[in-house]
């Protein structure tokens, strides 16, 4: 840590000891944002116990019987970026007691969470430095991701990472090419539908495809999604399996030369881009097509963007005519695709359709089909960022955090509802304070109220309450019944029922 | 080494014994424990070195499908039956395995060879199974997957119909071929075990399982054997210095892998020898990357040092250069800068030694690719090496320039030397430069020793000009097979050290000199 950090930090301490924040306080400011209003968060409503429940995956470091990992929780890194540009990694605690001090003392503004390693984070200078060079921690991740690693009997003691949930962050800054709303860290509700597309598209494949059931889907705080997958398959995949699994949910690649054309797209579909088809064409109608939407097929300039991708020229010709007697883009789409498969089963029963150009050869014969699928997707398709779902050791921002340029908490979101979430009704540290103050004057002669956890007082309340409805309590209970299946196969082999 | 191995196995007698079904395949997941005698170790070490080697060989000239798995069939019944799981032949596979799984452990290339050509012999194996034998060995090996009823195949048809069976198999062909999914049987894996598949979206899935079709199964197995064989090479690496305390075993191990079992070049008293005054004109015509560049820096420094004395003056032996051609030789351009006094003492010996004259009287071999390959780089004012293993890319494309290769050549040479392809590099150098040699000769062994290269380059010529260019030599191999009397074992050891008996190490019996 460098001395202006460490001097911070002492200063922190001093004031952390002098007031106990109280709301008031946090609120004078009028900004979304503030040192105050951080440390009332981090005073009064951070949810310690709920994340620690969810990280620990029922290995309580003070249950002692058997089966229980108890330096589960203690082996995970958390980061801290505090005072926006000074990053401290390698935090790990105990248990929620001591991550909430830690948290308090330090004043994150942004809090990351890690992997779990297979020793404690911070005592990780305790093993060689050449050992953790060698395996690529500490600046070089990914250096022996190769699985032939020349010193096999170190890796055994090294500090390494065993397991972490499988994370994908879908950033809108991914969509600018198609956004004509916005660009950059800018969102608007035009733009967000294509959150709410990758969640439901992402959400669908890991569930139905990959069976995975502890999914916590989080707002990043300002202009994206997180999720974290958090099976006991999902947590201990390795970084070729996390490949496998963001490579499958991503679109194929086309080279940069078929790009529009044919998209990487090849006949036939996949089921689960037929699936996923399914789910955005709806959506791209409604959220994509005409004003409502990214203004596509709304003027004759994007109907010609749009019908110069078609294969088939006479088609797009015809099709550029219609366009003008048509008044809303809706129809137009209809008028599109019927068309399309018009021309696409005249092709079929014909010779013609050979002569149809496309991309590959093979391909070629249905370019036609594939070209609705192309378009849709070219909008729609969830566009994940790979690389930060491929490594076992990447960071990823908490949730809970609270993010330093909005002042809004990120907060999970339900996959049932996501069509519900506003990105913009998400409550900052200025309205939960305002929040708390409203319950507590409400509730003014009723002890037991005012007794409970200020999170509760606030909508913050649903957030937590969907936290442990996403995982904490399904991932309780499954080890529960892991630990009675333990001790059940125990028993049998003593004779002892 | 070869030839004592035929004549154990030479005659195939199986045919009377039945197939024994469960014992056909093994993943090596327990090393044997069995006595065996030290010559059976290096005996069965070498038969399986040969199969492997011989895919490499098969592969590096291009061979696929039917043609190659004939042919390495051939080369298996030769050196290894490995058709009918009776004890014997249980007993050789698996101690050989597990010998050169130790022998090519120690470093990250040996390891990549070991795992790719031991994968490539575990799929011709498995890939010659019927589905009945299996069906059994995935059960004894734990990869007992579900096949998929038929109820479900038929509640699946759309989805299953709907990922085509693209088959990227060495030798299988490429293309498409829709499966008539009733028809062909399922199974249910669980999708961490087929992520090849994932991610490229070759599979169905379908609640955290894969249904891979009977034809995908081979590849699911074969990254398992893969996969279980790299953790395996690791454990044999940790467990090395064990390994190296068996004084008898420890050198057998370590030579191994520089053991050459193809053509070995030794035999070169018979035929034509070749004029020393053709040797320029045979260094830009016929001769590889890596001699040429010792030949052209003799010329003009009149001195090489040690290895590439060795490295160029074993291979002018193979070449046909007798021994007193040899000293003239060595001795003509030294005297340009020493006296002849100071050559005879200092360097003469040391070209007796290598002839089998002096010392422990051992006819040394000329160095294959892979010792090249493998050996030492060449330090500051050093020649020996391979360029295309051991010189930068604006080396090597200048001297590759130099020696008349053309843009698009060189920068697909540079290429596959970027990639460690560097025995690939020399064939491709071979084929630029003998344009129709396929056609014309035999190109054995062009890309794994220098002398092939040569002998190929010379037999090139010949035809092509009726009887060979200027008075070429007799380098038919073929020829030269006969006369081999060095085994395998036979690695170059140290020449220059003339009381090197200590250096013998790597096999029991030296060879008489002829």
């Known amino acids: 840590m460098t001395a202006a950090a460490e001097n911070k930090e002492n200063m922190e301490i001093a004031s952390s000891n002098t007031n106990k924040v109280s709301v008031a306080a946090a609120a004078i400011n009028d900004q979304e944002f503030s040192p105050e209003l951080l440390r009332f968060f981090y005073n009064r409503l951070f949810p310690y116990q709920p994340m620690f429940k969810w990280l620990s995956y029922g290995n309580d470091p003070d249950n002692d019987a058997a089966h229980i990992v108890r330096d589960y929780f203690a082996c995970r890194e958390f980061s801290f970026t505090i005072n926006d540009d000074i990053y401290i990694r390698y935090q790990s605690f105990r248990d929620a007691s001591e991550m909430e001090s830690a948290i308090q003392k330090k004043q994150p503004h942004k809090i990351d969470i890690g992997a779990v390693f297979t020793l404690p984070p911070k005592d990780h200078h305790t093993v060689k430095a050449e050992v953790r060079e060698e395996l690529g921690v500490g600046g070089k991740a990914g250096r022996h991701s190769d699985h032939i690693f020349p010193f096999a009997f170190l890796l055994r003691q090294a500090f390494k990472p065993v397991e972490r949930e499988l994370i994908f962050d879908i950033d809108m800054t991914d969509y600018d090419d198609i956004r004509s709303c916005c660009t950059g860290a800018k969102i608007c509700p035009k733009c967000w539908v294509f959150m709410t597309m990758a969640v439901k598209v992402v959400d669908t494949a890991l569930r139905e495809d990959f069976g995975f059931r502890y999914i916590l889907w989080v707002y990043s705080g300002r202009r994206g999604v997180h999720c974290w997958v958090c099976d006991p398959n999902a947590r201990a995949l390795s970084n070729d399996g996390r490949s496998a699994v963001v490579e499958y949910l991503s679109l194929p690649r086309g080279n940069e030369k078929s790009k529009g054309k044919n998209g990487g797209l090849s006949w036939p579909l996949h089921p689960s881009f037929t699936r996923a088809f399914d789910i955005l064409e709806p959506m791209f109608e409604s959220g994509v097509l005409g004003e409502a939407g990214q203004g596509v097929l709304d003027s004759e300039n994007s109907w010609d963007t749009l019908l110069d991708t078609l294969p088939d020229e006479d088609l797009a010709n015809r099709l550029r005519r219609e366009m003008r007697r048509l008044t809303n883009a809706q129809d137009r789409w209809l008028e599109i695709k019927s068309q399309v498969r018009a021309a696409s089963s005249a092709h079929a029963s014909g010779n013609a359709r050979r002569q149809s150009r496309g991309g590959r050869a093979g391909n070629g014969l249905f370019a036609l089909d594939l070209w609705k699928y192309e378009v849709v997707f070219q909008y729609c398709y969830p566009r994940l960022d790979v690389n930060v779902s491929k490594g076992t050791n990447h960071l990823l921002k908490s949730p809970f955090a609270v993010h330093p340029k909005t002042g809004r908490v990120c907060v999970p979101i339900d996959p049932e509802d996501v069509d519900n ?18 319950f507590d004057a409400q509730n003014a002669q009723n002890a037991s109220a005012k007794a409970l956890p200020d999170y509760k007082k606030t909508e913050l309340k649903s957030a937590v309450e969907l936290l442990e409805r996403c995982v904490v309590d399904p991932v309780a209970l499954a080890t529960k019944r892991r630990l009675k299946l333990e001790r059940e196969k125990e028993a049998a082999m003593i004779g002892d029922f | 080494m070869q030839t004592t191995t035929r004549a154990i196995h030479g005659e195939p007698t199986y045919t009377r014994v039945k197939r024994e079904p469960t014992r056909l395949l093994s993943l090596y997941n327990t090393a044997p424990q069995a006595e065996i005698t030290l010559e059976e170790f290096e005996l069965y070490a070498l038969d399986r070195l040969q199969i492997l080697r011989s895919i490499e060989s098969l592969r590096l000239r291009g061979m696929k499908g039917d043609e190659f798995r004939m042919k390495l069939e051939e080369i298996i019944s030769a050196c290894m039956p490995m058709t009918l799981g009776t004890a014997e032949e249980v007993r050789k596979d698996q101690i050989s395995h597990f010998i050169l799984r130790i022998a090519y452990c120690k470093t990250e290339d040996l390891r990549r060879w070991f795992l790719k050509h031991e994968s490539e012999l575990f799929r011709f194996r498995l890939e010659r199974l019927d589905s009945n034998e299996r069906a059994k060995f995935m059960e004894q090996s734990g990869l007992a997957y579900d096949v998929v009823s038929k109820e479900d195949v038929l509640r699946l048809k759309a989805q299953l119909q709907a990922v085509p069976i693209f088959s990227q198999q060495p030798g299988y062909g490429q293309g498409i071929h829709t499966v008539e999914v009733t028809r062909t049987q399922f199974f249910r894996i669980p999708f961490t075990q087929a992520l090849d598949l994932v991610a490229h979206r070759q599979v169905f899935l379908e609640g955290g399982f894969a249904y891979v079709p009977v034809e995908r199964l081979v590849s699911i197995i074969v990254a398992r054997f893969r996969s279980s064989l790299s953790r395996g090479l690791l454990e044999a690496f940790g467990a090395m210095p064990y390994v190296l305390t068996d004084g008898r075993i420890a050198p057998l191990v370590s030579n191994m892998a520089k053991q050459y079992t193809g053509k070995d070049f030794s035999g070169t008293k018979t035929g034509d020898s070749l004029d020393l005054n053709d040797l320029d004109m045979l260094a830009d015509r016929s001769m590889p990357m890596c001699m040429r560049v010792l030949h052209k820096n003799l010329r003009l420094e009149h001195k090489l040092k040690h290895w590439g004395r060795l490295q160029y003056g074993l291979f002018l032996k193979g070449a046909g250069i007798g021994m007193e051609d040899a000293i003239q030789f060595w001795e003509k351009e030294f005297t340009k800068i020493m006296t002849t006094d100071v050559f005879n003492k200092q360097y003469a010996y040391s070209i007796r030694h290598y002839f089998g004259k002096e010392g422990k009287r051992k006819d040394y071999t000329p160095f294959n690719c892979s010792k090249i390959i493998l050996g030492p780089g060449p330090g500051h004012g050093e020649f020996h090496g391979c360029p295309f293993r051991h010189y930068d890319e604006a080396n090597l494309n200048k001297l590759l320039e130099r020696a008349g290769v053309g843009a698009m050549d060189r920068d697909e040479m540079i290429k596959l030397s970027k990639g460690q392809h560097y025995q690939l590099a020399c064939m491709k150098h071979f084929e630029t430069t003998h344009k129709g040699a396929e056609s014309l000769i035999s190109m054995d062994g062009v890309g794994n020793h220098p002398n092939a290269f040569f ?57 008489p000199p002829a």
């Open chain 2, 455 to 511: 002998a190929a380059s010379m037999a090139f010529y010949k035809e092509k000009n009726g009887e060979g260019g200027r008075k070429g030599g007799n380098q038919n191999p073929s020829s030269q097979t006969s006369a081999s009397s060095a085994g395998p074992g036979e690695d170059a050891g140290d020449p220059a050290s003339p009381h090197g008996e200590s250096m013998e190490i790597g096999t029991g019996e030296g060879s």
């Open chain 1, 421 to 438: 979430f506003d990105p913009f009704r998400v409550p900052t540290l200025k309205a939960l304070a305002a929040q708390i103050d409203a």
